[in-house]
């Protein structure tokens, strides 16, 4: 195979595969290319920003994703802080690691409908070990 991207905008790379002993070109794939989205925290498997919460309180790990789009890239969330305020508390929690702690989810679990709950300064680490700050990630409990 012979890889033949094009340094002009609005072309299509193409991907040639060549028959190995007489190099003559057997099948060309073109591809396109697309801009990455950035990074962004996720609750858990929760789509959106907002969820039931019975599906709120399923949830195990805060993610990154990139919205919007198929591409995946292996980082960690490293910390985050969690903050929530109603009626009857007013949290704000530094949590280390990806995990959402089960004092967390009993927060979740005792406040009203209506409720939002936010993650703020999320970093997270890509495996070159560059350190990244994602969007704050606010929710809703319904």
Do not use: W
């Not at 929530?84 to 009993?106: C, E, S």
């Amino acid at each position: 195979m012979m890889a033949m991207p094009y340094a002009t905008e609005g072309k299509k790379m193409r991907l040639a595969i060549m028959d190995k002993k007489t190099q003559k070109v057997l099948k060309t794939v073109y591809f396109s290319r697309d801009n990455v989205p950035a990074p962004a925290a996720q609750f858990g498997k929760l789509s959106g920003t907002e969820g039931p919460r019975k599906n709120l309180l399923e949830q195990t790990a805060v993610k990154v994703i990139f919205p919007n789009s198929l591409y995946c890239y292996p980082y960690t969330v490293k910390q985050y802080i969690f903050k929530m305020k109603h009626a009857k508390t007013d949290i704000t929690r530094p949590v280390l690691g990806n995990h959402i702690p089960i004092d967390i989810l009993t927060e979740i679990k005792n406040a009203p409908d209506g409720t939002f709950f936010e993650l703020t300064d999320i970093k997270a680490i890509a495996p070159e070990c560059a350190m990244h700050t994602l969007p704050n990630l606010k929710i809703k409990i319904k």
